[in-house]
């Protein structure tokens, strides 16, 4: 089986074209791949596939490295386009995506016929506690709400981008224990579908510093939906502007809510190699 290795700010992912044929078991799959030692290593993999709905070329599915499905990945999608547009899968540099979290649009930046980056539409956030889900809130929204983690109080504001997130606010993200809170955080009673922590420093309106704990793969270098989710905390929070920079372990977005309620997330997206998966 053919495959590909991406990277968007150091999320890294296997790409796998499934068009013309699908793996017996994606679960199996992610969890042999993304071992890195007896695998490839990635953060998850991604399957290009044929969309279900008209007019909408392509379908991604991303599966973390414990082999649970995701709805959703930002730092994937920028992968996904960027090489279905290389490989010519589509016949321009802004196409529809069918994922998880309904129809996205990627557009491809191309200047003097290099690709400089993706900027992705990654639709509208959703706010309604019981749809993103956390238990507690029914459909209102989880603004700065208290949390009580290894006995200790923190402040919640949760949205999904399709996948549930948690943003905490705190004072010094470099400082902060990720490693021994994050799964506390991921599997905490109040997550029915379990969740991914953003642990965000708002350095002064448009620049934030965010670390992330993953459901389903730990800590990564970066989280695209995070990222997305950080920006909607912000503002309601009114901690930032609607358009800021957000500064991960392994690179920078450009993440901004417009007036019609769609996030744009903006960053770039790697090939590192290619090869053939022979286990
Ligand atoms: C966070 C993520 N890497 C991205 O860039 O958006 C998505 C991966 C999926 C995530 N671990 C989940 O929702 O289970």
Redesign the pocket.
């Known amino acids: 089986m053919k495959f590909t290795k991406w990277q968007g700010c150091g999320?890294d992912f296997v790409l796998l074209d499934c068009r013309a044929q699908e793996p017996a078991d994606y679960c199996e799959l992610a969890i042999k791949m993304c071992d890195r030692h007896y695998g490839i290593g990635a953060?998850?993999i991604i399957a290009v596939l044929p969309s279900t709905l008209p007019d909408v070329p392509l379908r991604m599915r991303?599966f973390?490295t414990d082999g649970?499905e995701?709805?959703?990945?930002?730092?994937?999608i920028r992968c996904f386009a960027r090489l279905a547009y290389e490989q010519g899968m589509v016949d321009s540099e802004e196409f529809k995506v069918e994922t998880g979290a309904g129809v996205l649009v990627p557009h491809v930046v191309v200047e003097n016929g290099q690709v400089q980056a993706v900027r992705v539409d990654m639709g509208e956030p959703i706010l309604a506690g019981d749809d993103i889900p956390v238990t507690g809130f029914g459909s209102g929204r989880v603004i700065s709400e208290p949390l009580t983690v290894a006995g200790q109080e923190f402040h919640m504001t949760c949205v999904s981008m399709g996948?549930?997130h948690c943003v905490i606010f705190v004072d010094d993200a470099e400082a902060f224990p990720i490693f021994e809170l994050g799964p506390q955080f991921e599997h905490h009673g109040r997550f029915p579908r379990k969740t991914?922590t953003e642990f965000v420093e708002v350095k002064d309106r448009t620049h934030v510093r965010m670390r992330?704990w993953?459901?389903?793969?730990a800590v990564?270098l970066?989280?695209?939906?995070?990222a997305c989710a950080t920006t909607v905390a912000g503002v309601l929070n009114d901690k930032i502007d609607r358009k800021v920079e957000v500064q991960l372990d392994g690179g920078k977005l450009v993440v901004e809510w417009v007036a019609n309620n769609h996030v744009f997330m903006t960053g770039p997206a790697e090939q590192v190699f290619a090869g053939e998966w022979q286990a």
């Open positions: 999320n953060d998850g991303i973390n649970s995701a709805e959703m990945c930002g730092n994937g996948n549930p991914n992330v993953e459901r389903g793969a990564t970066a989280c695209g939906t995070g």
